[in-house]
């Protein structure tokens, strides 16, 4: 029985030769944002006085349905930037995720910080595509390529730009990872059944390349989270359900990090 994974890689296939044949890659070269300036993302991660926080812009999903589907790309950027995100991630896919067109198009219009693209890259024209719209990152998910194809997409990501996160949800994947990956990104969701287990990124930290950037995505959504897996060495997190299902996913993020600078300074404390 197909799962709902397998239905989003069959549709992204069609998808993109959809997209091929009306866009081609002619065409994306064209735009003006192709050759615009790009943010370092790694760096972001790394000058981060506020946890390396990397917050979500979406408006639905598989797993939670619909989340905040009116929301306003330009005032969420806004907000998340004014309250100190390292970096935005945006979701692409219409189908499964609800993203508008022009949703990242208008967050990357609106913010001067890194914005990662996230949708499920299997296409080296996703690649143009991105660059098109103005990322300065782009998602690679372990789950659904292989290691060539991982090796390949992030060499080419690299020649046009773009930084690479590839993602991880097991032993099995943690192999795929390529020299040609910026930054590795630990699921804690299981994409084949959508559970979520925030032990993940524990579980799978010792096993992670020595000297890699390495974030941790999905299920963050309390504060100590985040301080017990800086502990493990992560020094990014990706959130986006928690922030974008209330009503004001800027204010809730710098709460968040108030509270994540509390809890750590009680911490550093308690060693002391």
Known sequence: MATILD??????????????AKLPLSALKDAERYHGKRHDFCRAMENSTDFGIIAEFK????????????????AVGRGYAAAGAAAI?????????????????????AVDIPVLRKDFIIDSYQL???????????????????????????EEANELGLQVICEVHDEE???????????????????GNFSVDIARSIELAEMLPPGMLRI???GIDDPQSIVKLRRSGYRGFL????????PDPGRSLAEF????????????DAIA
């Open 239 to 246: 959130v986006g359900t928690h922030f974008m299902q209330q």
């Open 7 to 20: 239905r989003i890689i069959e549709y992204k296939k069609l998808e993109v030769e959809r997209r091929r």
């Open 257 to 268: 990090i108030k509270k994540a600078h509390e809890i750590e300074a009680i911490y550093k």
């Open 216 to 218: 941790s995505e999905s």
């Open 59 to 74: 408006r639905k999903s598989p797993s939670q349905n619909d989340i905040n589907t009116e929301a306003d790309p330009v």
């Open 128 to 154: 143009h595509e991105t660059r098109a719209m103005g990322a300065d990152a782009v998602l690679l998910i372990a789950t659904v390529l292989n290691p060539v194809q991982i090796d390949e997409l992030a």
């Open 173 to 191: 994947e943690v192999a795929k990872i390529s020299p040609n990956v910026d930054i590795i990104g630990v699921n804690n969701r299981n994409l």
């Open 89 to 109: 991630s945006c979701l692409t896919d219409t189908q499964f995720f609800g993203a508008l067109p022009d949703d990242i198009d208008r967050l990357r219009a």
